[in-house]
């Protein structure tokens, strides 16, 4: 170093050299670098002599040069101007520089000092940070939209899951199998056209050693290579013979992922890829997610259609009850008044007619209990017929089942819904239930009558009543129910009583301005 230089200037000096930020003296106007440390030529892959001299525009990348449009004068005013910009090494290359840039006086010209760090390594893993939290986002939001979609459904769709699946991995083969004693079946399969229309087909798993190779670790087996000598592959090729080795045509790597609730396991979902050693550890935990999801649904529709076979079951032990209880004893006791009317007209006229309209009266309600069963057996024949007459078949039902008079008047009848008239019809059925078992009325009243827009029902018997401040009372579990249907079709149900005068029922439904517009 000259000794001639002031110490102090020999300090900044050495400063300027051994600084491992890349240092820049520019012209501020000309642009030209006037001087640059060995850090900032190595940065942009010149020497000090081949830099020095070059304008800035030559260093900064063009889409980043509109950053630096006010650049002079900021540090012209006494600024720091700071910038995270792209710069253009020599060979073409790109890198990301943070600028730090004051102005100074050097050699009798306003200069500027840059102080320029590379950051390129910096923002290449902030970038991959941020792409990895797109794809989690992604992830987070397919797996979200998957899990509602295959909840909203009550029916095994073995294909819409394998669908699912593709949205977050893909694959070139897919097959979702239950499993059923020793046998996998296929219930669903994409990728190969022959077998998916040949679906379901069996996958027999003969000897000791399947069962535990295929479901004892309960996770996701990945077999890198397919057509490799371990003997993870040497078993699923033993295994998949005959349709399904289809399965394996073009595949090079496979993941199979049991599919298990609690310690149940009922099948699993094998995919496959044309590349090999294709899925990753993170992939296969997606797998497993979705397959969790999945076996609930599985488990949920089984258990649906057990529901609705217990659920014919029971309504078919309630209509042979019916039968018995009402039909039945109805028709009975008309045999036995058919029987004696002979010999009864003979004897006594008077009590012979009496007889013969009792007659009358039982086969009339066996006639009218007949109908509501088979309307209980095909319910669109509660919303094709009219509400009037499904009242007074209630009624004439009622009647000859408990020799009780009942009148029916109608007033109109309004346009009603399905869900609102089967709602007026089980309600009046519920009605005249309970005034069976618990009023003794000896009078039934219904009288149906348009209203603005809607429907007010009327059901009045004389019997012994109750105190309606009794939410439900003793024996009246039909009471909640009928509130229940009724809040369901939007109709609003009023009960006035008092203990020895009697009960009236109301039930007033109005269309919504929603409706009404729809």
Aim: charged content about 20%; some cysteine; glycine content about 6%.
């Amino acid at each position: 170093m000259d000794p001639s230089i002031p110490e102090v200037e020999q300090l900044y000096w050495k400063i300027f050299e051994t600084a491992s930020d890349g240092v820049l003296i520019t012209d501020l106007e000309t642009g030209r670098v006037l001087a640059a440390n060995p850090a900032a030529a190595r940065m942009h892959g010149y020497s000090r002599e081949a830099i020095t001299g070059l304008r800035l525009q030559q260093l900064i990348h063009p889409k980043s040069l509109p950053l630096f449009a006010d650049y002079a004068e900021v540090i012209q005013q006494g600024g720091l101007f700071k910038i995270l910009a792209q710069h253009v090494r020599r060979d073409g290359s790109l890198l990301s520089v943070d600028w730090r840039a004051v102005a100074f006086q050097y050699q009798g010209h306003t200069c500027a000092l840059a102080l320029l760090r590379d950051v390129s390594q910096q923002a290449l893993d902030e970038l991959q940070l941020r792409q990895r939290a797109e794809v989690r986002a992604h992830e987070q939001t397919a797996l979200l939209e998957i899990s509602q979609t295959l909840a909203s459904t009550l029916e095994p769709q073995p294909g819409l899951i394998l669908d699912q699946l593709r949205v977050l991995i893909p694959y070139t083969h897919a097959g979702l199998f239950t499993l059923e004693d020793s046998t996998l079946m296929a219930q669903s399969i994409r990728g190969v056209e022959r077998l998916e229309k040949s679906a379901p087909f069996r996958i027999r798993l003969s000897g000791n050693e399947s069962m535990p190779a295929l479901f004892n670790s309960r996770r996701p087996t990945h077999i890198a290579n397919l057509s490799g000598d371990e003997p993870s592959a040497k078993f699923v090729r033993t295994l998949l013979e005959g349709d399904s080795a289809a399965l394996l045509e073009g595949a090079q790597s496979l993941l199979w992922v049991p599919l298990r609730v609690k310690n149940r396991i009922i099948g699993g979902i094998g995919i496959t890829h044309a590349e090999r050693d294709f899925f990753t550890p993170h992939q296969a935990d997606l797998a497993l997610t979705i397959a969790n999801q999945a076996a609930l649904t599985l488990v949920n529709a089984e258990l649906y259609e057990h529901a609705l076979t217990l659920a014919a079951l029971q309504e078919r032990q309630r209509l042979a009850q019916n039968l018995h209880d009402a039909v039945n004893q109805s028709l009975f006791s008309a045999g036995l008044i058919a029987e004696v009317l002979p010999r009864l007209w003979e004897r006594d006229p008077e009590e012979a007619r009496r007889s013969l309209e009792d007659l009358r009266r039982l086969t009339r309600g066996a006639l009218a209990e007949m109908r509501g069963l088979l309307a209980e057996l095909r319910p669109s024949t509660l919303v094709d017929s009219s509400l009037g007459d499904l009242l007074r078949q209630l009624a004439n039902a009622f009647t000859g089942r408990t020799n009780i008079p009942a009148s029916v008047t109608i007033a109109g009848e309004p346009v009603l819904s399905a869900e609102v008239q089967v709602a007026f019809y089980r309600i009046c059925q519920e009605a005249l239930n309970n005034i069976a078992k618990h009023a003794g009325a000896s009078r039934v009243e219904i009288d149906a009558r348009s209203i603005p827009a809607g429907l007010e029902l009327h059901i009045c018997d004389n019997g012994r009543g109750f105190d309606s401040s009794e939410l439900a009372p003793a024996g009246h579990y039909g009471l909640g129910m009928m509130r229940e249907r009724a809040e369901a079709a939007g109709a609003a149900l009023t009960i006035t009583s008092r203990p020895g005068q009697g009960t009236e029922l109301t039930l007033r439904w109005q269309e919504s301005p929603k409706q009404e517009a729809a």
